[in-house]
T-cell receptor, first 113, second 115 residues
């Protein structure tokens, strides 16, 4: 069955630290990959997406992610986090075959000034 | 980006009653809509996927007779929680996408409280 794993459940960083959140998926077919962010009290917003082409994708607010097909991974990165990045981050995958958008368990990021 | 509107944002209902939640794509035709449930501090659990004009596909463990989903038009899908119980209290989120290889857009969610 299609599944998405996020291994970092809770990450605590100081401002200016670098961030990398892991995401692995199980489905072997062609997939589209997403990272969403949910700020406290707000609904989901798209950070970035990968459909095809350059496996290194850049999103909003300085975030980027790299699709490594051989590792079934789509890790999210940011070189220098800010306090305003405190939020819940969700990796999501949709496969061409099932057309289901499945979410990972989420990673709670706390950034302290 | 495209806009998905979900209504109501909050609803409180008595145990045993039914509640309908609407999800509308305001500026695009949504051939596929997803319904999720999110428990506090947890991820989004996919409940069902619906395609316009056809029956919804429910995930394992989701009672189709309790969570009725209708996707009668390309801009509207509804989720009806029938005979609601306190354990149905949760945050329900809908998502909509166009046909083909595109991203999904999310509604603002509905906080359901069953008392």
């Amino acid at each position: 069955a299609q599944s998405v794993s996020q291994h970092n459940h809770h990450v605590i960083l100081s401002e200016a630290a670098s961030l990398e959140l892991g995401c692995n998926y199980s489905y072997g077919g062609t997939v589209n990959l997403f990272w969403y962010v949910q700020y406290p009290g707000q609904h989901l917003q798209l950070l970035l997406k990968y459909f095809s082409g350059d496996p290194l994708v850049k999103g909003i607010k300085g975030f980027e992610a790299e699709f490594i097909k051989s590792k079934f991974s789509f890790n999210l990165r940011k070189p220098s986090v800010q306090w305003s990045d405190t939020a819940e981050y969700f990796c999501a995958v949709i496969s061409y075959n099932t057309d289901k958008l499945i979410f990972g368990t989420g990673t709670r990021l706390q950034v302290f000034p | 980006g495209a806009v998905v509107s979900q209504h109501p944002s909050r609803v409180i209902c008595k145990s045993g009653t039914s509640v309908k939640i609407e999800c509308r794509s305001l500026d695009f035709q949504a051939t596929t809509m997803f319904w999720y449930r999110q428990f506090p501090k947890q991820s989004l659990m996919l409940m069902a996927t619906s395609n316009e004009g056809s029956k919804a596909t429910y995930e394992q463990g989701v009672e189709k007779d309790k969570f009725l989903i209708n996707h009668a038009s390309l801009t509207l899908s509804t989720l009806t929680v029938t005979s609601a119980h306190p354990e149905d209290s949760s945050f329900y989120i809908c998502s909509a996408k166009r046909e083909g290889n595109t991203e999904a857009f999310f509604g603002q969610g509905t906080r359901l409280t069953v008392v």
